[in-house]
Every structure is written in structure tokens, then in C-alpha cells.
């Protein structure tokens, strides 16, 4: 049964894409639940991390569960319905202050790049595969989706990724900047655990700021909240974090950040 699971393991906040039958294809309801994943995360303090992933051992997301296409998407209503439901739940990631690492094996396809581009960053296995088919089907990609993809890997590579509709491996994916880092299939677990634990030990408020600063970045310039993420930056610099890490820098021992 396709299913989004959310859970929460030490500081990860884990959001696990569950459809084995097909893949981890996404469904209509998995993307209308994404918003409230993401939003559970952000609420709960002890959360440090968004870690996103698919279901069981094979596959990331191998794109939208297209069985269910005639309902979701057979009418003009439903389409703008669907794509709706589906920049929500993009846009999900980007109103939350903590970083989202994705964890990529197996398919990554469709709805599986777009939703692996909400996250900051990508660590995929050597196996893993990358194609973005919607000339395929005769679709199109959501603005936001195609807004981040060339953002993130550039105009011409966007261009080569849509028109060819080419299968990409993991290093060539790594190699236009679309992954962060591959990895050998039988570490990805370890390495990705390893990732998780290096960028939760920072700040969590210099992270939200840092993450807002990326995400005002990308928007258009006259868009732009310099004001919040100003404030967000004074409140780094007034923090009992920022104390407590120059403590740590003048005791020589790790920082024990809370947050605040």
C-alpha cells in the first residue's frame, strides 16, 4: 500500500516514500501529506535533520504512479489540482528551516529529481540512476520543479536532461552538480548516517539562516525578504548557541548546541 512514513530517529527527522509494488512511485495523497511531514519536523525540536529517502532497499522515487493519471490528472480541474498539491509539497522544504539531505539509490525519476531538488543536499549511490521523461508522456514539469533544476545544474544540462530525456548515471549526475556526493552501494547507508551526523552537529539557527540565504538567493530579486533573513542573522549573533560555540572554541572541546 503506498504510503508516506514519517518518524523521527535521535536527530533525524526521517520522510520515507513507500509504494514497493512501483518502485516508490508518487502518488496523489503521498504529496498531499508532504507539507504536514515536513511541518511535523519543523515543529519538533529535537529534529536537527530532514532525511528523505524511499521505501525499503532498492529505489529512491521512480516518478509519479502514473495508474493513477485518469483520475488525478484527466481533466483540466484535476491537472491544476494535482499540480497544486504537487508545488505545495515542493515548496514544503523551502519554508523549513532545517536542512533536508536526500538519500538516493536505484530509481530517481520524474518526481523523484524534483522532489530530490527540494532537498539541500544529495547523496546517492554509484547505482543509482537520474532521467527526467516528461516529453515522454507529453507533460510538463512544474515550474518550481524546472526552476530548481536549472538553478542547480545550469541551463544547458537542464536543457540536455529535458530534451534527450537520457538515462544520467550517478557520476555523471554528480558531475553536473545534480548529486552532492555518490558513493558505493554497500556504504551508502554508513556514509549517509556519517553525513547526517556532520551537518547536525552544527547550529541549528546559523543552519536556518544559512538555508534561508540560499532560498532568497534563487528568488527574483524585487521577492526578495532581506529584512527576515536579516533578523534571522541577528538572532545567530544573539544566541546562547553563538556564546556556547565560542566557548567550545576556547575550551578546545566540541559544542553542545540547544538551539536557542
Known amino acids: ?32 501529506s508532504l507539507p504536514e511531514a515536513v511541518a511535523k519536523h519543523e515543529r ?20 509519479s504512479d502514473l495508474s493513477e493519471f485518469a483520475g488525478s490528472r484527466g481533466s483540466h480541474y484535476a491537472a491544476t489540482s494535482y499540480e497544486q498539491a504537487v508545488e505545495a509539497a515542493y515548496e514544503a522544504f523551502a519554508a523549513c528551516s532545517k536542512p533536508a539531505l536526500a538519500k538516493i ?24 540512476r537520474f532521467r527526467l521523461p516528461v516529453a515522454r508522456y ?11 533544476l536549472v538553478a542547480t545544474v545550469g541551463p544547458g544540462h537542464a536543457a540536455e536532461i529535458l530534451f534527450t530525456q537520457r538515462r544520467l548515471s550517478a557520476q555523471e549526475a554528480q558531475q553536473i552538480g545534480l548529486v ?21 552537529e552544527g547550529a541549528p539557527l546559523s543552519h536556518a539562516a544559512s538555508k534561508r540565504a540560499i532560498v532568497e538567493s534563487l528568488k527574483d530579486p ?39
Open 1 to 32: 500500500m503506498p504510503e508516506l512514513i514519517v518518524r523521527r530517529e535521535g536527530l533525524i527527522g526521517w520522510i520515507l516514500f513507500s509504494n514497493p509494488t512501483r518502485h516508490n512511485a508518487v502518488n496523489y495523497e503521498m504529496l498531499r
Open 138 to 148: 507529453g507533460m510538463s514539469a512544474s515550474w518550481g520543479s524546472l526552476r530548481r
Open 105 to 128: 539509490r536505484g530509481a530517481c525519476v520524474g518526481n523523484g529529481i524534483s522532489l530530490a531538488l527540494c532537498c539541500d543536499l544529495r547523496m546517492a549511490s554509484d547505482e543509482a
Open 44 to 63: 519538533d525540536r529535537a529534529v536537527r535533520i530532514i532525511a528523505v529517502a524511499g521505501g525499503g532497499s532498492e529505489h529512491f522515487v521512480s516518478g
Open 222 to 260: 524585487a521577492s526578495r525578504d532581506l529584512k527576515a533573513l536579516q533578523a534571522m542573522i541577528n538572532a545567530c549573533h544573539a544566541s546562547e548557541d553563538y556564546m556556547e560555540g565560542l566557548a567550545a572554541f576556547r575550551d578546545q572541546r566540541a559544542p553542545n548546541f540547544k538551539g536557542r
Open 180 to 200: 552532492n556526493r555518490v558513493v558505493a552501494a554497500h556504504i551508502l547507508e554508513s556514509e549517509f548516517a556519517a553525513y547526517c551526523a556532520e551537518v547536525s
